[in-house]
């Protein structure tokens, strides 16, 4: 069955960074796009990025923009998001996705197959 299992969360001052990763099995990776959500306490899942099949091409949300970058390697089964100029309201439950395109630019949560069990990321002021 598809699995996505998100690492790399934790405890940052603002202006700091991190990194997540996101390793998947059950599915073909290198066919589809990936990306990643967030959620925040008491507010709805919100679209951070994505890439597409062969990382060839991302789409960010204007929040993050300049700030995160999304990349993957197809050899490892595994989606990355590293995070910089990190910033309190970046603090959330990060979310992996899978997409059955090959791209993918939408930010309707809906639209994606399969969703990992989350990460949390508290950003301190």
């Known amino acids: 069955q598809v699995q996505l299992v998100e690492s790399g969360g934790g405890l940052v001052q603002a202006g700091g960074s991190l990194g997540l990763s996101c390793a998947a099995s059950g599915f073909i990776f290198s066919r589809n796009a990936m990306g990643w959500f967030r959620q925040a306490p008491g507010k709805e899942r919100e679209f951070v990025a994505t890439i597409s099949w062969s990382g060839g091409a991302t789409y960010y949300a204007d929040s993050v923009k300049g700030r995160f970058t999304i990349s993957r390697d197809n050899a490892k089964n595994t989606v990355y998001l590293q995070m910089n100029s990190l910033k309190p309201e970046d603090t959330a439950v990060y979310y992996c996705?899978?997409?059955?395109?090959?791209?993918?630019?939408?930010?309707?949560?809906?639209?994606?197959?399969?969703w990992g069990q989350g990460t949390q990321v508290t950003v301190s002021s």
């Open positions: 996705v899978s997409s059955s395109s090959r791209y993918s630019y939408t930010v309707d949560a809906h639209a994606y197959d399969y």
